[in-house]
C-alpha cells in the first residue's frame, strides 16, 4: 500500500495512481467531499466519493473529527484552490466521532474557548500552523547555533540556588505535608526540602550555561523554565521555555550582535520553510485587523512585519538616551499611551517599550547601559559606577523578547554587588569559582522562545502559542 503524507501528496503529479491516505475528517460536504487532513500540512485533500456505490452506514460515520483511511486514484483537481484530489476506491473508519459531542466544529471557536479544549484545539487550522512553526522555530534554533560552532548544554531544572529567584521560584519539596519538619520556632523547615537542602525549580539556566562557556567557549541552553508569578498577561507564563546562550570573551556589543543575526536567522529559517503556515496565518491576522478599528490597525501585514525585522538594522539606543525621549514626548490619552513620563533610574514600564518601539523608532530597538539598581547582580558594572552592561531587545506588539548583559567577571566588584543586593555568598561559591580561576568577560542572553513564537505567528496572546499554558487559570492538565 502506498500510503503518503498529504504535503507530499499536494505536490505530487503522479496522476492515476492508487495511494492511501489517513488522516482526521475536516468537514464533509453533499455527501460527496472529504475534506481529509493528516497534520502535515495546513491543507485538505479533498477525497471524492461516489455516493452511489458507498455503503450507507459508512457515509453516516463520515462525520467532522472521526479518523479515516482513504484509499482511490490520484486526480488533478478542476475546483477551485486545489491542485489534486482522491477519486476514493476504498474507505475504512479507523475511529468514529459523535458530530453532537465532538467540540471542535466546523466553525470558527474563540481562543477562550478553545484553551479549555487545549489537547483538541491542535485539530484547528490556527493551532496546527502555530504549533508547526513553533516546531520549525525550535529546529531552526538549534541549527543556528550548531552551525555557529555553540555546544548545547542542559542545565538543571531543579536547583538549590535561589540568588536570580526574586520570589518568584517554585518550590521543590519531598516533604509530607501531612507531617513536615518542623524548627525551634515551630515553623514548617522548608531547608529540608529536599533530601536536607532547599530546592526550586529554575527561573533560568544562565548561571550554569556561564560556567560551561567558561570552559567550552560557546554553550546554549533551550529548555523549560518557571516562574510563580502571578500575572495575568498576555505575555507571561508560570512555564515557558527559554533560549540562553553564553560566550567567553564577547562583550556587550558582540552579545547585541548575536541577539539580533540570531533572531533574524531564524525568522529568515520559516519565512524558507513553511510557506503555507504563514500564508495562512498572514491572511488570518489581516481578517482580524479589519475588525478594529482604523486608527488601531496594524500598518503592515504579518508577513510584512517578519520581512521587515529581518532586513533592518535592530536600533541601539542607550536607557539614558530613551529616559530623554520619553521625558520629551507628551503622554497622549488617546492613544494608549497615558503615562509616558518617566525618570531616570525607574524601570521601563512595558508601555514605555512600546512607545519606544511602535510610535518613536518604529522597529525593534535595543536597549543597554541599565541602571545597576534595576538590573541583577551579576551584570557588568561600567565606568560610571551607576550603569551596568545589560541590553533588553524590544519588539513591536511584544515587548521585551530579549533581556541579557555582559558579565561581571572581577571578582572583587561581584562580591561587593552580592552584598549590596544580600545574597548568600555561600550559595554562589560554585558560581564565584569562575572569578577565581581564570575568569575573562563574557556575556550571553535569555530569549524567551514563545514571545519569539508570539512574533512569528502574530498571536496575541501567549496562551495560544504554547501547547499547554500554564497560568494561574490554565493548570488542570
Ligand atoms: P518581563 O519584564 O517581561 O517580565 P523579565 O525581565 O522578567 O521579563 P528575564 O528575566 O529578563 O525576564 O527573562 C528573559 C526573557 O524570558 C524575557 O526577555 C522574556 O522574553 C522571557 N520571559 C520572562 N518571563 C517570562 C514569562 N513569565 N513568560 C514567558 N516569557 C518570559
Ligand atoms: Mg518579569
Ligand atoms: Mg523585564
Ligand atoms: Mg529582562
Known amino acids: 500500500m502506498n500510503r503518503i503524507s498529504i504535503a507530499e501528496l499536494l505536490v505530487s503529479d503522479n496522476y492515476l495512481h492508487e495511494v492511501t491516505v489517513k488522516g482526521w475528517v475536516r468537514t464533509f460536504r453533499s455527501n460527496r467531499f472529504i475534506a481529509l487532513n493528516d497534520g502535515s500540512t495546513i491543507k485538505n485533500i479533498q477525497c471524492v466519493i461516489d455516493f452511489e456505490k458507498t455503503d450507507p452506514s459508512i457515509i ?44 471542535i466544529q466546523p466553525k470558527k471557536h474563540s481562543f477562550e474557548f478553545l484553551r479549555e479544549q487545549a489537547h483538541l484545539r491542535i485539530r484547528t487550522n490556527t493551532f496546527s500552523a502555530v504549533m508547526r512553526l513553533r516546531s520549525a522555530l525550535s529546529f531552526a534554533i538549534h541549527d543556528y547555533f550548531t552551525k555557529n560552532g555553540f555546544y548545547n548544554v542542559h542545565t538543571p531544572i531543579i536547583t538549590g540556588s535561589d540568588a536570580e529567584g526574586a520570589g518568584e521560584m517554585f518550590r521543590v519539596s519531598t516533604l509530607n505535608p501531612m507531617n513536615p519538619p518542623k524548627n525551634e520556632a515551630g515553623e514548617i523547615d522548608f531547608t529540608q526540602d529536599f533530601f536536607g537542602k532547599e530546592t526550586n525549580l529554575t527561573v533560568s539556566g544562565q548561571l550554569e550555561a556561564e560556567t560551561y562557556a567558561m570552559a567550552l567557549g560557546k554553550v546554549y541552553t533551550f529548555g523549560p523554565t518557571f516562574r510563580a508569578e502571578n500575572s495575568n498577561t498576555s505575555r507571561h507564563l508560570a512555564e515557558f521555555w527559554m533560549i540562553e546562550p553564553e560566550v567567553a570573551f564577547n562583550n556587550l556589543d558582540a552579545n547585541m550582535d548575536l541577539a539580533e543575526d540570531f533572531i533574524k536567522s531564524v525568522l529568515k529559517y520559516i519565512l524558507e520553510n513553511c510557506k503555507d503556515d504563514l500564508d495562512f496565518l498572514n491572511q488570518r491576522f489581516l481578517d482580524e485587523e479589519k475588525t478594529k478599528p482604523a486608527n488601531q490597525r496594524s500598518e503592515m501585514s504579518l508577513l510584512e512585519k517578519l520581512n521587515f525585522v529581518i532586513e533592518n538594522n535592530f536600533k541601539r539606543v542607550s536607557y539614558t538616551e530613551a529616559i530623554e525621549i520619553l521625558k520629551n514626548s507628551k503622554p497622549n490619552k488617546k492613544k494608549k499611551f497615558q503615562y509616558l513620563i518617566t525618570e531616570w533610574g525607574a524601570d521601563l514600564q512595558s508601555e514605555h517599550e512600546r512607545f519606544l518601539v511602535e510610535t518613536h523608532f518604529k522597529c ?44 561581571e567577571e572581577r571578582l572583587d566588584v561581584l562580591l561587593e554587588k552580592i552584598k549590596t543586593f544580600e545574597i548568600d555568598e555561600k ?25 519569539l513564537v508570539q512574533f512569528a505567528t502574530g498571536m496575541g496572546n501567549i496562551r495560544d502559542v504554547i501547547p499547554f499554558p500554564r497560568t494561574p487559570q490554565n493548570a488542570e492538565f
Not at 479518523?67 to 476514493?88: C, K, N, P, R, Y
Not at 551584570?379 to 558579565?407: C, H, Y
Open 427 to 451: 550559595e554562589l561559591w560554585w558560581y564565584l569559582d569562575t572569578r577565581r580561576f581564570g575568569t575573562a568577560i563574557h556575556s550571553g542572553f535569555g530569549l524567551g522562545f514563545e514571545r
Open 60 to 103: 453516516k460515520r463520515i462525520t467532522t473529527g472521526a479518523a479515516l483511511s482513504i484509499t482511490g486514484l490520484l486526480a488533478e483537481s478542476v475546483g477551485a484552490g486545489q491542485s489534486v484530489e482522491i477519486q476514493v476506491s476504498k474507505i475504512e473508519v479507523l475511529g468514529d466521532s459523535n458530530p453532537e459531542k465532538y467540540p
Open 364 to 407: 525593534p530597538v535595543i536597549l543597554f547601559d541599565y541602571p545597576a539598581k534595576i538590573k541583577a547582580f551579576y551584570m557588568r558594572l561600567n565606568e560610571d559606577g551607576k550603569t551596568v552592561r545589560a541590553m533588553d531587545v524590544l519588539f513591536p506588539g511584544i515587548g521585551e523578547i530579549v533581556g541579557g548583559s555582559q558579565r
